[in-house]
Each structure stands twice: as structure tokens, then as C-alpha cells.
């Protein structure tokens, strides 16, 4: 119920055009985002950093429909790239394609990717974040060509989508790098899993297809992203039990969520990323994260109250 009224709220336009003027709602989501600006979100990167914890920005936003806006976000992320040289910071991009401009033509977007896959140079993944259900398919086509192309580009895949499986065995072969999450749009019960029983499931199963044997042979590179715990602790054993190091596959989390279990894994030698949000546009992004995990409304109510 709880997950369902987020992800509404997420998509309505006047709650977010008039809930983040007001102070509470900007409290709260300080939580889950170190500020607005770049500079905040390299500020607490470079925090995590002394501790082990790399990095990866993105600058919310989505659905930009005019060709000028999606110009100005390429050139934000080419800024973005060029401070992570210049700092020498463990750090990667991740962005969606309805900010590049998917929505206005396939060939703006795939130009816009192109010029940050080229400024982030071989060693630096550039993340494609995946978007709702429609966008599903325009979205792998266009990693297709980049990954073709180029090998510092991944995509993200979505485990409460039914056909993640399918999906995952057909990039297989071009060597991708994912990073797999759970799903936070709303989606309907003919292409998703509604229980999330179901849903960690699924995600436990892909998992292990990422870091089975055949995956490993083909170059992929596996990003692990969830706070569950439980799941957490599954993965590691699966991947010790079945011969992995720490370092063969990375855990990704998002800034402010599970704090203590961030530290754990980078203490005890996994490799492990946590995803810096920053920008103004963060009212839907963060209706999302709480729709992924109500458990976090309540945390955010009590740090609003005490």
C-alpha cells in the first residue's frame, strides 16, 4: 500500500512542483543527498573515499524534451568527468537517456552518450540507468551500439521485471557490465513481480547468473545493488562458496541508506560503490527510494521530529 502511494506521488506533477519548497520536505530527503550541487555530492565522495567506498554520480533528472536542456545536461556530465580526473577520485557517471534527449530522437541521445563515454576514457564505466517499462527497449538498443563500440559503458537491469532473465542472457556475449537492481517505477502485473518475496527471488537468481561461471568467461563485469541485507549476505556466500574474491564483483548502494552496512563490506574487503544523487530535480527520485524501501519513511519521521 505504502509502496504504491510513493510511486504515485512520484509521477504527480503538483506535489512536485510545491512539496520541495517547503523545509520539512527538503530535511527530509537530506538524508539520501548530500546537497543540490556537484560540489556537495563530491564533497561526501571524497569522504567515503578515505574509508574505501568508490563512487558514482548522477545528476537527477528526466524526460527532457528540448534539445538545448539535454545539451546543457551533456556538458554538466563532461564537467562532472573532468573533475574526477582532476581529483584522481574513484568515481563513475550514471545517467538516464530521457536526459540526453530519448525523448526528442534516438540519434540526439546516442550522440550525447557517445561524447561521455569518449571524455570518461576506457577505464571509467558510464552508467545507463534503466527507466520505466516503455523505454526498456530503446534503451538496451542503444547500449547495444554504445557497447559495440566501446567498452567503458553498462547498463542497469531491473529484477522485478519478468523478462530480466531473457534480457540478461541475450547481452551476455557482447561482455556488458550490470548493475542490477530491484525496480522502483510502477509497473503492471503483466510485466513485473508485485510480491516481494518474488522479487528477491528473482534478484538472488540473477545474481548468480552474473557471477556464474559462463558470465565471468565473457568478460562481465556484475554491480550488486541493493540495502537488503538479507540478500547481501546470500550473494557473499554464494560468491565465496563458488570460488569468487571479494574484488570480482562490486556491491553498489545508494548515499544515506544502510550506513553502518556500507562500512562492513568496504572493511571487510568488498569492493563496493555507493550512487551520489544531487540536483533540484529530486522530488521523483526520492518518492522512489522511499517506494523501494517504505521501512525508510519512518526512518526519515523520526530524524524530521527529533
Known amino acids: 500500500m505504502m509502496r504504491s502511494v510513493f510511486l504515485w506521488a512520484s509521477q504527480n506533477r503538483w506535489l512536485r512542483e510545491r512539496l520541495p519548497r517547503y523545509r520539512f520536505a527538503r530535511k527530509s530527503v537530506a538524508r539520501f543527498m548530500p546537497g543540490e550541487e556537484f560540489a556537495d555530492a ?154 516481494k518475496r518474488d522479487v528477491d527471488e528473482n534478484f538472488f537468481a540473477l545474481s548468480k547468473e552474473l557471477l556464474s561461471e559462463a558470465s565471468r568467461q565473457a568478460g562481465v563485469r556484475a554491480a550488486v545493488a541493493t540495502h537488503d541485507g538479507a540478500l547481501i549476505r546470500r550473494i557473499a556466500e554464494h560468491a565465496l562458496a563458488a570460488g569468487l574474491s571479494k574484488q570480482d564483483f562490486e556491491f553498489q548502494m545508494l548515499y544515506g541508506i544502510q550506513r553502518q552496512e556500507q562500512l562492513r563490506l568496504a572493511q571487510q574487503g568488498w569492493r563496493s560503490r555507493v550512487l551520489f544523487a544531487y540536483g533540484s530535480f529530486w522530488f521523483p527520485w526520492y518518492m522512489r527510494r522511499l517506494a523501494e524501501r517504505p521501512a525508510n519513511a519512518w526512518f526519515v519521521l523520526r530524524n524530521l521530529f527529533s
Not at 567506498?53 to 545536461?73: H, P
Not at 567503458?152 to 534480457?167: E, F, H, M, P
Open 42 to 195: 563530491l564533497a561526501a565522495a571524497q569522504t567515503l573515499a578515505k574509508q574505501g567506498i568508490n563512487a558514482v554520480f548522477t545528476k537527477l533528472g528526466e524526460n527532457i524534451g528540448d534539445k538545448k536542456e539535454a545539451a546543457e545536461v551533456r556538458e554538466h556530465y563532461l564537467g562532472v568527468l573532468g573533475n574526477i580526473e582532476r581529483t584522481g577520485l574513484n568515481a563513475e557517471i550514471s545517467v538516464k537517456l530521457t536526459q540526453l534527449g530519448l525523448d526528442l530522437s534516438k540519434e540526439t541521445c546516442f550522440e550525447n552518450l557517445r561524447a561521455l563515454v569518449e571524455r570518461a576514457g576506457e577505464n571509467n564505466i558510464v552508467w545507463i540507468d534503466m527507466e520505466s517499462s516503455p523505454y526498456l527497449d530503446r534503451t538496451l538498443e542503444l547500449y547495444r551500439r554504445a557497447r559495440e563500440a566501446y567498452a567503458n559503458v553498462g547498463v542497469c537491469l531491473q529484477a522485478y521485471l519478468y523478462r530480466t532473465a531473457k534480457d540478461l542472457a541475450a547481452l551476455r556475449p557482447l561482455g556488458p557490465a550490470v548493475r542490477l537492481v530491484k525496480g522502483a517505477y510502477q509497473e503492471p502485473a503483466s510485466v513485473a513481480f508485485s510480491r
